[in-house]
């Protein structure tokens, strides 16, 4: 079983650029699809990003395309969401998930077996 640990959200401005990693532990990180998700006040939680078990991306949100992007490093059990040009849209509080399985990517929070705590991004207009 697997814990996710999410860390590097806060308050920027917009335009700004922030950068959310998920520290893993207690799986072999390697045998896991990893994604992350977003949910505002209100909002159901969606998919902004995944990203496969070798570190190809599969799926990039129409909303952030451009502007986030999703990295992987099997070696320190960690995935990124490099975030730019923010915006207060953009404000949420942010998952990392993980899914064990033989598929590419999901992007379907109910495909996900681990979910991290959470860290709460703000971009202020």
């Known amino acids: 079983q697997v814990q996710l640990v999410e860390s590097g959200g806060g308050l920027v401005q917009a335009g700004g650029s922030l950068r959310v990693s998920c520290a893993a532990s207690g799986g072999t990180f390697s045998s896991y699809a990893m994604g992350w998700f977003r949910q505002a006040p209100g909002k159901e939680r969606e998919c902004v990003a995944a990203i496969s078990r070798s570190g190809v991306i599969g799926y990039i949100a129409d909303s952030v395309k451009g502007r986030f992007t999703i990295s992987r490093d099997n070696a320190k059990n960690t995935v990124y969401l490099q975030m730019n040009s923010l915006k207060p849209e953009d404000t949420a509080v942010y998952y990392c998930?993980?899914?064990?399985?033989?598929?590419?990517?999901?992007?379907?929070?109910?495909?996900?077996?681990?979910w991290g705590q959470g860290t709460q991004v703000t971009v202020s207009s």
């Open positions: 998930a993980a899914r064990a399985g033989e598929g590419y990517y999901y992007t379907n929070p109910y495909e996900y077996n681990y």
